[in-house]
């Protein structure tokens, strides 16, 4: 089982991210944000989930994050990691398990472009 009380942190680096503005952004935050109670936090452009990540950290008084992004697939993602973490793991392990038993860059090349080409296909027939 995974705890749920493990703080997260970004796991999909981003173009555009807003990690070089967590500072300047957070400042911005009216100065007695922290007392705030049951604050629900809006994230329109999730993107590598940077900011929502620092602020859940920072800010315990964040009770809920709603998150959006144009990007279909990254929303997908985000919901398989919330709704289904339990069965995430162990394929993500497998994979990983696959990719680590080869022997050479050519075939840890040809998994990834062959993963990859299975992923954009799969995406091209919606």
């Not at 952004?25 to 929502?52: C, H, R, S």
């Not at 392990?93 to 680590?100: F, L, T, V």
Request: with cysteine.
């Amino acid at each position: 089982m995974i705890s749920k009380s493990l703080k997260a942190k970004p796991f999909i680096k981003w173009v555009g991210g807003k990690t070089e503005l967590i500072d300047q952004i957070d400042k911005q935050l009216p100065i007695d944000f922290d007392n705030w109670e049951n604050v629900t936090y809006i994230e329109p452009f999730i993107g590598g989930g940077a900011m929502l990540f620092y602020m859940l950290r920072q800010h315990p008084n964040i009770k809920r994050a709603v998150i959006n992004d144009i990007n279909s697939d990254l929303i997908t993602c985000y919901k398989t990691v919330r709704d289904n973490v339990e069965q995430l793991i162990p394929a993500l392990r497998e994979i990983q398990g696959q990719y680590y038993s080869l022997r050479n860059m050519a075939a840890k090349r040809e998994m990834f472009m062959a993963v990859r080409q299975r992923y954009n296909e799969k995406n091209l027939t919606r």
